[in-house]
């Protein structure tokens, strides 16, 4: 029998031990988790690009597994930044902010801001699946999809202001000799076909490039218009194929093509800009429905170079009327501006020698040696200096031109007539380094780094021995010049300091070695001697054109002479050779072929 205080005892402990057992129950079972739990666990496997996880954190994950899939894919993403925001809770309904931060390829970054929408399953929070999960303004069965958008190529224009490249279309024509039924036959027939593109092209080097090949060998580029007019032709060779490509086709073919497919080399890594992107919605048939962000393409300004087509194509059609080999460098003193490098088919046989060919000045180098006279304190313009019709220094007799002579004259009148005699006896008094340095500061002897253009501007070296200053001294012995180096000798007479020469805008040129500055009371000598020599010397043919200023040269190389005219007018330099041209004269009419084709102003 229990007592009674014992059983007061007993369903005291029973009491107790239910009180106990009820708080550990309490503190074991776990609180339902908030709609941010959920919503954090969807948006960090959505940036691990863990589609199946992502999914398992909504209630329909079916659907959600291919969207973030599609997601991924469509955009191209190479990582994703996702966060929550803040949270609005409404009974078994919530929204959770998001901030997702896509990384697209070719560094673009496409960051927005949206809102989950969560509710219960079984009581627990989940994402309620939604398109507007992935983006706002995404539709139900809509995806996302990054397009590019390609930046208009730039231009490249001329001084003057038109264009002389603009991006169009070519066709690439290439010749697969494996593929060909008759590989020596075929090669024939290209040869005809495409040799008033390429005056290179030969069966022999088709058969030779082709069968070294392995697969397609690249023939010739045409502009789309060449290429419809031989196009039936070249279809019908077996082995032949042709590929449409972008490119920046020449406006005119006949303007300083050569000089303009080395421009289009030089610049074809700066005319593209910047592309443009944007993410479009797509349905399920993969038709865009709206654009979800933008990005516009940016393009490049267009390039500029220095020629000018007026000047180039009076310059061009002036040395094209010589049988001989003629070109013609025409260089802006105030700038430097390069506004023409004209030389006629006969020249191009030895490639761009208007601005690289070295040849003998004759006397235009009297520019020279009548600068370094006038630097070394022998003379000025009004100087007495003998004009004898032959004299004879050293071992060497020096005659002039039909052995004329002046007897005593000023150095203007000497170099007016052109008088041999006179500067060989100049130079021959002159430091063996004299006209070295003289012709530096004309800029003829220093190498200029044109971009887009080879140059050479002259040989002029130090001459220790007598008859070797005395033959330099009226442009025979051992001096070389190009007319590039000439267009700069007057350019620099003209400007007062050598200009920096270029071609392409943006494109700094580099110089290397010495360059000293003309002295000025050079410069004031030699512009009215060089002008004398258009009023009342030996270039009177072109003195109706204006105020020019130059100076004759005739230099006797084996076989004939070539004829050459040196000078400006205005703000225009030039240099002019007719190589084997015999009479400056000639020469000298190039040059004002050139001048009167110009129009009002130049």
Avoid at 284 to 292: E, F, Q, S
Wanted: net charge negative.
């Amino acid at each position: 029998m229990i007592s009674r205080e014992h059983g007061r005892a007993t369903r005291v402990l029973i009491v107790l031990v239910a009180a106990i057992t009820a708080v550990a129950a309490s503190a074991c079972t776990p609180k339902p988790q908030g709609p941010e739990s959920a919503a954090d666990s969807f948006v960090s496997a959505l940036a691990e690009r863990d589609s199946a996880a992502a999914a398992q954190a909504t209630d329909r994950p079916d659907l959600a597994t291919a969207a973030v899939d599609q997601a991924w894919d469509g955009l191209q993403a190479e990582s994703l930044d996702a966060a929550t925001g803040a949270v609005s809770v409404n009974g078994d309904t919530a929204t959770v902010d998001y901030t997702y931060t896509w990384h697209l390829p070719k560094d673009r970054t496409w960051t927005y801001d949206g809102a989950l929408q969560m509710g219960r399953r079984d009581g627990a929070w989940v994402v309620r699946w939604n398109s507007t999960d992935l983006h706002p303004k995404l539709g139900d069965t809509q995806s996302m999809v990054l397009r590019s958008t390609s930046a208009p190529r730039a231009r490249v224009n001329e001084h003057a202001g038109s264009d002389v490249l603009v991006p169009g279309v070519v066709q690439g024509v290439s010749f697969d000799a494996a593929e060909s039924t008759d590989v020596v036959g075929t090669a024939r027939t290209l040869e005809r076909i495409l040799k008033p593109f390429d005056a290179s092209i030969t069966a022999q080097s088709i058969v030779e490039s082709a069968t070294a090949t392995q697969g397609p060998y690249r023939l010739v580029t045409l502009r789309d218009e060449d290429y419809d007019a031989v196009a039936p032709g070249l279809l019908a060779l077996s082995g032949v194929s042709v590929t449409e490509q972008s490119d920046l086709v020449s406006t005119d073919r006949t303007f300083a093509p050569d000089l303009v497919s080395q421009v289009k080399k030089t610049v074809m890594d700066r005319v593209d800009g910047a592309a443009g992107w944007s993410v479009v919605a797509v349905n399920t048939n993969g038709a865009d429905t709206g654009v979800l962000t933008e990005t516009a393409p940016q393009p490049v300004p267009s390039i500029s170079i220095s020629l000018d087509r007026p000047v180039q194509v009076a310059a061009q059609n002036a040395v094209n009327v010589s049988r001989d080999q003629a070109m013609m460098v025409v260089i802006q003193p105030s700038t430097g501006d390069i506004l023409a490098v004209a030389q006629n088919p006969a020249a191009d046989r030895d490639g761009p020698v208007a601005s690289t060919g070295l040849y003998p000045p004759g006397s235009t180098f009297k520019i020279i040696t009548a600068g370094a006279a006038i630097e070394e304190g022998l003379a000025t313009p009004e100087t007495t200096v003998p004009c004898p019709g032959r004299i004879v220094i050293g071992e060497r007799s020096v005659p002039n031109y039909n052995e004329f002579s002046l007897g005593d004259v000023s150095m203007n009148t000497a170099f007016t007539r052109s008088c041999n005699t006179s500067f060989a006896k100049l130079a021959s008094e002159m430091s063996a380094s004299a006209l070295t340095d003289a012709a530096a500061m004309f800029g003829v002897g220093p190498d200029y780094g044109v971009v887009g253009l080879p140059t050479e501007s002259g040989s002029v070296p130090p001459a220790e021995e007598l008859v070797q200053r005395t033959e330099d001294g009226f442009g025979q012995g051992k001096v070389l010049v190009s007319t590039f180096g000439m267009a700069l000798a007057a350019a620099t007479v003209a400007h007062g300091s050598t200009p920096v020469p270029r071609l392409i805008q943006g494109e700094e040129t580099t110089i290397d070695g010495d360059h000293p500055q003309i002295e000025p009371a050079m410069v004031d000598g030699l512009r009215g001697m060089m002008r004398s020599v258009v009023t009342s010397g030996t270039a009177d043919r072109i003195a109706d054109q204006g105020e020019v200023y130059g100076k004759t040269g005739e230099a006797e190389v084996e076989g004939g002479s070539h004829a050459w005219f040196v000078g400006y007018r205005g703000d225009l330099a030039f240099a002019t050779l007719v190589v084997r041209g015999g009479s400056s004269d000639n020469a000298v009419a190039v040059t004002r072929d050139m001048i009167t084709a110009l129009p009002a102003g130049y």
